[in-house]
């Protein structure tokens, strides 16, 4: 009876882990058709070594070995060297396959002093050919190592002369110094993400549930991200987010280790040498070693990938996102000692019961958000002709203001009643104030690529501009802040030839 347990028990790990690994693969795109044909191959391979008899009576483990077991090898190392192999790999898997010879040359060597005559002899030579050959791929895995770093600083050096080039390219701008409060919106790249995940908050996009269909929903879709340079006249150069870097677009499987990898896609964050966010601040004229402060909304990494090029900056955020939050170390190195955590002890400001006011002058208001991520903040700024609220993640598209008919994929339980309490607080704060105008991270409408770029083109939106976007939004949201018609998203999917869908708006 036990026995029959344990092998139940194995049998279940088995099929959970390859599970796990069939929605890996899933997410790198493999073909439906070859994940069905592999895994099929996989549990005959389980159930076989487990109970032989069930694949007939002339079954033994050594044929399922042979005819289930070789094939499924082969099959999950290739389908790994396909779609999850990167070059800093190479070391580990030498290793790897140096120890696998070594243990069988062990084991062979052991096999062969308890078996008398020619076939102990054979295989007392089969030992120790196996021993050479593990001791030339462990010599192979530390040559590598060499190797592997000299191929990833030439690719570092490649990508710095593209960039190079970009600062150096015809139309930089000069800095403007007349003690007006500047506002530029600086796009990063873009972030490829499932359309359900973007606006499926409402349809099962929730919890658990909705991250698991993250990983193996390909209707996907590109949204933009966005970066916000303060030029304030008082307080010096300000950030509001930092976008993503250059690392994670352009090589991105070197920048996250093995985990995150599996996790991830590939093309994940697309971004031309021009959007690197060093670039835009040369072009609007300024240097990123001036930035003196970022308002960090939430630690997620299409936020906080910049901050390895402003290592001189004090990085602002809410405490319960540094411990709780989901955050990718290796972009806080640099300014993990340089962090200053609000104690929201401003008192109430508007609809939220707490409130920072950073510099104590009222000009930039930090508030509480959680929902997105655990200390979630927005970032009220006041201009010479009125305020803006950064919103992070709290809300991507300025459809997303209508929060009973549009959501994006919330955490679910607690996380997203909060998340929706600081939705009604912000909309409660923009009816309140028809000076306010929201400016969001992901906004992929008409709202951030028309009226916000036109306001903010030179950083001083003035009142028309202001009052242009406060226009716009009464033409997409009723008073009651539901949609007006032609203005709820829908999935288009992708033309022939193409790998993503689009939106459209109807």
């Known amino acids: 009876m036990l026995k029959l347990l344990g092998k139940i028990g194995l049998l279940v790990s088995a099929l959970a882990a390859g599970a796990v690994w069939l929605v890996i693969l899933r997410l790198k795109s493999v073909p439906v058709p070859l994940l069905v044909a592999y895994g099929l191959v996989l549990g005959v391979f389980v159930a076989g070594m487990l109970w032989p008899g069930v694949l007939g009576r002339l079954s033994t483990r050594r044929r399922v070995a042979a005819y289930a077991g070789i094939p499924a090898g082969l099959g999950t190392l290739g389908l790994y060297l396909a779609v999850v192999y990167y070059v800093t790999d190479l070391p580990v898997l030498l290793a790897l396959a140096a120890v696998a010879c070594l243990a069988w ?28 050959a593990g001791l030339v791929l462990g010599v192979a895995s530390g040559l590598s190592v060499g190797q592997v770093e000299r191929r990833r600083r030439e690719l570092l050096a490649g990508r710095e002369r593209r960039r190079q080039a970009a600062v150096r390219a015809a139309g930089a701008r000069k800095r403007v110094a007349d003690g007006a409060v500047r506002v530029f919106p600086i796009h990063t790249g873009d972030t490829i993400v499932t359309y359900g995940q973007f606006y499926g908050g409402l349809d099962g996009w929730e919890g658990l549930n909705g991250y698991v269909r993250t990983l193996v929903d390909k209707a996907q879709i590109a949204v933009p991200v966005h970066a916000y340079l303060i030029d304030h006249p008082r307080h010096g150069l300000l950030l509001v987010d930092t976008g993503v870097n250059s690392e994670q677009a352009w090589d991105h499987d070197g920048y996250y280790g093995m985990t995150s990898r599996l996790l991830t896609e590939r093309d994940e964050y697309l971004m031309t040498p021009e959007q690197d966010l060093r670039v835009r601040l040369a072009r609007l004229g300024y240097d990123p070693e001036e930035i003196t402060t970022v308002f960090l909304t939430h630690v997620h990494d299409d936020h906080a990938g910049g901050l390895r090029h402003l290592p001189r900056a004090t990085v602002v955020m ?14 806080f190195d640099r300014v993990k000692d340089n962090l200053s955590f609000p104690a929201f002890d401003s008192g109430a400001f508007g609809a939220f019961p707490a409130s920072q006011d950073h510099f104590g002058d009222g000009s930039v208001i930090l508030l509480p958000t959680p929902g997105h991520s655990p200390g979630h903040m927005c970032v009220l700024l006041r201009l010479d002709t009125g305020s803006v609220l950064f919103m992070g993640d709290t809300l991507y598209t300025l459809p997303h203001l209508a929060v009973d008919q549009v959501r994006q994929m919330t955490i679910g339980g607690a996380d997203t009643v909060r998340q929706i309490e600081a939705a009604r607080r912000i909309q409660e704060l923009l009816a309140s104030d028809p000076g306010v105008v929201p400016l969001f991270a992901h906004d992929n409408t008409r709202y951030q690529s028309e009226l916000v770029a036109s306001a903010f083109a030179d950083g001083t939106p003035g009142e028309e501009g202001l009052r242009a976007m406060r226009a716009h939004m009464d033409t997409v949201l009723t008073s009651g802040w539901r949609l007006r018609p032609g203005h709820a998203p829908h999935f288009v999917p992708p033309a022939a030839g193409t790998a993503r869908g689009r939106v459209e708006f109807r």
């Open 105 to 132: 040359a062990a084991a062979a060597l052991l096999r062969g002093r308890r078996t008398p005559g020619g076939q102990g002899a054979r295989r007392t030579r089969r030992a120790f050919l196996l021993g050479g």
């Open 318 to 331: 809410d405490r319960r996102d540094w411990e709780h939050g989901v955050l990718y170390p290796y972009s």
